[in-house]
């Protein structure tokens, strides 16, 4: 009698033990995407060349619920801010479901110059003091080094494209979410040959990740004008 008792709480402890033992899978994540772009308008009177990143909040149902500028360009935060409150998206999942994720954006106001030269970029805001209901992912990856794609056109426009980030910071990929003729093809040379990127992190971890960036084109300027600039 003592050995069988004792051999059915053996077996009655087995569920436990190994329950205690079992890993919880880790949690599975996809960015929200990028539906469709509308415009990038450039201020009339601004002159300002550059960058403004954005950390965006998109909810469940795909809206926009948050959008905070961490690299500032004066005369144009307002500008990359109004245009991607008009743009349309899907939501991100966790674990396959739709969840209230963030999503990194780099709107480059680009020189009416015909030619190309290196981005300079504004410090970024810290992430860690920022106010988020979303945990996934903890850092949301950046643009290291740039340049600003040249116009070869007789007009302006807004490129925009989705980027996906490997977790050790390599381009993977980069996909034209919004075309402009003539000017795509140049944005997404230069991307592909010399932007630079920092990975995302996820609990601690770098991961692979996706984020946007889009080309305000300028015009360039007549001949003549350029001319008088020398």
Same mark, same amino acid.
């Given at each position: 009698? $003592?050995?069988?008792?004792?051999?059915?709480?053996?077996?009655?402890?087995?569920?436990?033990?190994? %329950?205690? %033992?079992?890993?919880?899978?880790?949690?599975?994540? &996809?960015?929200?995407?990028?539906?469709?772009? !509308?415009?990038?308008?450039?201020?009339?009177?601004?002159?300002?060349?550059?960058?403004?990143?954005?950390?965006?909040?998109? @909810?469940?149902?795909?809206?926009? *619920?948050?959008?905070?500028?961490?690299? *500032?360009?004066?005369?144009?935060?307002?500008?990359?801010?109004?245009? =991607?409150?008009?743009?349309? $998206?899907?939501? @991100?999942?966790?674990?396959?479901?739709?969840?209230?994720?963030?999503?990194?954006?780099? =709107?480059?106001?680009?020189?009416?110059?015909?030619?190309?030269?290196?981005?300079?970029?504004?410090?970024?805001?810290?992430?860690?003091?920022?106010?988020?209901? =979303?945990?996934?992912?903890?850092?949301?990856?950046?643009?290291?080094?740039?340049?600003?794609?040249? +116009?070869?056109?007789?007009?302006?426009?807004?490129?925009?494209?989705?980027?996906?980030?490997?977790?050790?910071?390599?381009?993977?990929?980069?996909?034209?979410? &919004?075309?402009?003729?003539?000017?795509?093809?140049?944005?997404?040379?230069? =991307? +592909?040959?010399?932007?630079?990127?920092?990975?995302?992190?996820?609990? %601690? &971890?770098?991961?692979?990740?996706?984020?946007?960036?889009?080309?305000?084109?300028?015009?360039?300027?007549?001949?003549?004008?350029?001319? !008088?600039?020398?």
């Amino acid at each position: 009698m $003592f050995g069988f008792a004792t051999a059915i709480a053996a077996l009655g402890s087995f569920p436990i033990a190994a %329950g205690q %033992g079992h890993k919880a899978p880790a949690p599975t994540f &996809k960015s929200a995407e990028v539906i469709s772009a !509308s415009i990038v308008a450039i201020p009339f009177n601004s002159v300002a060349n550059g960058m403004v990143s954005l950390y965006v909040t998109i @909810g469940k149902t795909g809206d926009v *619920e948050d959008v905070v500028v961490a690299r *500032e360009l004066a005369s144009v935060n307002d500008a990359a801010t109004q245009a =991607v409150k008009s743009w349309r $998206f899907s939501p @991100g999942t966790l674990n396959g479901k739709p969840a209230v994720t963030r999503l990194a954006i780099a =709107v480059v106001f680009c020189p009416p110059w015909p030619y190309g030269s290196q981005l300079t970029l504004q410090a970024l805001a810290p992430q860690q003091g920022m106010v988020s209901p =979303v945990p996934y992912p903890s850092r949301l990856p950046d643009v290291t080094a740039g340049t600003f794609p040249p +116009n070869v056109t007789i007009t302006g426009g807004t490129v925009v494209l989705k980027a996906a980030i490997s977790s050790s910071g390599d381009l993977e990929y980069a996909k034209v979410i &919004k075309d402009f003729p003539g000017l795509t093809t140049s944005a997404l040379r230069d =991307v +592909n040959e010399k932007w630079k990127f920092n990975w995302a992190l996820m609990d %601690g &971890k770098p991961v692979r990740s996706t984020m946007v960036i889009a080309f305000a084109f300028r015009p360039p300027v007549s001949t003549s004008l350029r001319l !008088s600039f020398r």
